[in-house]
């Protein structure tokens, strides 16, 4: 069964300082994994996705995230942090196996807080 | 462009009313999904539907019943709540040529 794990309940970091949000994935096949933030009382937004190719995958607001197989790790980085930053932040894995599926497996969110 | 609309926002019941959450998407999108958003245990997938006639169980299914009899529409029913529902509830959907998913704004659900 497909997972994700964020071990992380909260990241702290001062404005300008680049930031990560750590994110480990399991699935049996590839996958295809996601970063959504979800800023107070809205829903979840895209930021970025990998499907294949490159492993740095660049994303909206200045995001980007590093695929790293043998690790089965997509975190996600920003060289220089903004209190504008500051939200809850999710992983997600999806596995395309037989047909595809919606199984979005979410991680349990890690919120970023950037001090000013 | 309305993308994924969920209505209502916020709404409270009584431990054993029903109700349903409605979910409707202007994108003809194929898949949509319904989550819930609990503290510590980010989204956890209830339902979901391939397609208008198609649906499935996710982690979470019991407790809630979903239909698709048209691909705009994908509404979640509660049928006996219970105080363990109370959470956020969040429809999202895509379609098939696309790898990620659209969420609406969110139902805050509290049952007392």
């Known amino acids: 069964a497909q997972s994700v794990a964020q071990p992380e309940d909260q990241v702290n970091v001062a404005e300008g300082n680049p930031l990560t949000v750590k994110c480990t994935y399991s699935v049996s096949g590839n996958p295809y994994l996601f970063w959504y933030v979800q800023y107070p009382n809205r829903g979840l937004q895209f930021l970025l996705k990998y499907i294949t190719g490159d492993n740095l995958v660049k994303g909206s607001y200045g995001f980007e995230a590093e695929f790293n197989k043998s690790q089965t790790s997509f975190h996600l980085k920003k060289p220089s942090a903004l209190v504008s930053d500051s939200a809850l932040y999710f992983c997600a894995v999806r596995e395309l196996y037989g047909g595809a599926t919606n199984k979005l497996i979410f991680g349990t969110g890690t919120l970023l807080a950037v001090q000013p | 462009n309305a993308g994924v609309t969920q209505t209502p926002k916020f709404q409270v019941l009584k431990t054993g009313q029903s109700m349903t959450l409605q979910c409707a998407q202007d994108m003809n999108h194929e898949y949509m999904s319904w989550y819930r958003q609990d503290p510590g245990m980010g989204l956890r997938l209830i339902h979901y539907s391939v397609g208008a006639g198609i649906t499935d169980q996710g982690e979470v299914p019991n407790g809630y019943n979903v239909s698709r009899s048209t691909t705009e529409d994908f509404p979640l029913r509660l049928l006996s709540a219970a105080p363990s529902q109370t959470s956020v509830y969040f429809c999202?959907?895509?379609?098939?040529?696309?790898?990620?998913?659209?969420f609406g704004q969110g139902t805050r659900l509290t049952v007392v």
């Open positions: 999202a959907s895509r379609d098939q040529g696309r790898t990620e998913a659209f």
